[in-house]
């Protein structure tokens, strides 16, 4: 089921002491009006996969995934993981795509700049852009 963003008008907290400098802060509506809700045991932008730990025809088969440090593996362990990250520096998503300019710098939205991304640096991006430093002009970081 999906349904409108509604985000809170409350005002933010001392935690943060600006507004209107980052895109994050009204995130996801800066890129997106609409988000859903899968049912079931299903996820992803389209409800066609299983969630973490399911699996099979109806996602209700369960799977027991048990992360593991690298120390800990075996050396045909160890090459099997790194043949899957080069696989997936290698694999571009059919699903994501990424923004390359600020919310700013795409005329608030109306001007979208997105390129494709392969799966490893999809996760390398959405990690940088959830923990990077907001820049509040000149050399100021926040």
């Not at 009204?26 to 899968?38: E, G, H």
């Not at 690298?70 to 520096?89: C, G, M, R």
């Not at 392969?118 to 923990?131: A, G, R």
């Amino acid at each position: 089921s999906c349904q409108e963003i509604h985000l809170s008008r409350a005002p933010l907290g001392p935690q943060f002491p600006f507004t209107g400098v980052d895109d994050r802060e009204d995130w996801p509506s800066v890129f997106y009006n609409r988000t859903c809700q899968c049912s079931g045991n299903f996820m992803g932008f389209n409800c066609g996969d299983c969630k973490f730990g399911f699996w099979g025809t109806n996602c209700r088969e369960r799977r027991l995934l048990v992360r593991r440090s690298i120390f800990d593996l075996s050396i045909p362990e160890k090459e099997k993981f790194l043949a899957y990250l080069n696989l997936a520096k290698h694999t571009i998503s059919s699903d994501y795509v990424i923004p390359t300019r600020t919310y700013a710098q795409m005329n608030n939205g109306s001007t979208p700049i997105f390129r494709d991304i392969n799966i490893y640096d999809l996760f390398v991006w959405m990690h940088y852009y959830v923990s990077r430093d907001t820049l509040l002009g000149g050399s100021s970081v926040w």
